[in-house]
């Protein structure tokens, strides 16, 4: 098992985890290898699933299957001059992991329920990354409905590919961007009688 570097607080303790976790942008090699990300990927999909449908599935994609995904993509570009920058977001970690959201016809789960269910469990995998060291930052592309990229990726037509989590090491002294407190009073709302 590859280690993270340690940039982090000690693990073990979530809620420091939760509060401290942030996306970075800028990643180098090394990614977890594939054992443990079979390992992060169990821990995940302890998420909140209804019905544990696991209405997902995830493809790792490394070395030059990264450029190889990036000329599919900038196949779909709508312009030329941008068809090399398109291709190059795709080297910009080590490791991408493809999110396919797998829904099915359920009688009482409805696919809303499945799509949250998916977005938890990735959720909890970029929580469990920042939580050992590793970098990881979710994007919805480039171009996840593109036809090039569906079918370079095997996307079946009862799925949807939903981004990207971009994977590696975060590199030393990158600021992350800004993040502005939310005033969570405008967020909640409460009825019924309560000592507040
Ligand atoms: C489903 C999803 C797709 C996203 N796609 C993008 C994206 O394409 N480009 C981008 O700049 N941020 C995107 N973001 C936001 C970043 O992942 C990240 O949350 C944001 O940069 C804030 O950083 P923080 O997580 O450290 O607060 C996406 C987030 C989610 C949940």
């Given amino acids: ?3 993270a570097p340690d940039t982090r607080p000690a693990a073990g303790d979530s809620e420091t985890a939760i ?7 800028r990643l180098t090699a090394p990614a977890p290898g594939a054992d443990e990300l079979l390992d992060l ?19 790792a994609i490394c070395g030059d299957a990264r450029a190889r995904l ?5 196949e779909a570009a709508p312009a030329a001059e941008l068809a090399e920058r398109i291709a190059a977001k795709h080297l910009r970690a ?12 359920h009688p009482t789960i409805p696919r809303w329920e499945q799509l ?7 959720t909890t995998l970029l929580l469990l990354l920042d939580a050992r060291g590793w970098g990881g930052v979710w994007f919805g592309g480039p171009y996840p409905d593109a036809p090039q990229v569906r079918k370079h990726l095997g996307i079946g037509d009862d799925e949807q590919l939903l981004g990207y ?17 939310v005033d969570v009073r405008s967020k909640l709302s409460w009825l019924g009688d309560t000592d507040r």
């Fill in 19 to 25: 509060r401290t976790r942030r996306s970075t942008i």
């Fill in 70 to 74: 990036g000329e599919a993509a900038a």
């Fill in 1 to 3: 098992m590859t280690t």
């Fill in 41 to 59: 990927l169990a821990a995940a999909a302890t998420a909140p699933d209804h019905g544990q449908l696991r209405p997902w599935r995830v493809i």
């Fill in 94 to 105: 080590p490791l991408m992991l493809g999110l396919v959201f797998q829904p099915r016809d």
């Fill in 165 to 181: 989590l971009y994977v590696g090491t975060p590199v030393p002294g990158t600021p992350s961007g800004s993040r502005a407190a």
């Fill in 116 to 122: 949250a269910a998916t977005s938890a469990m990735a």
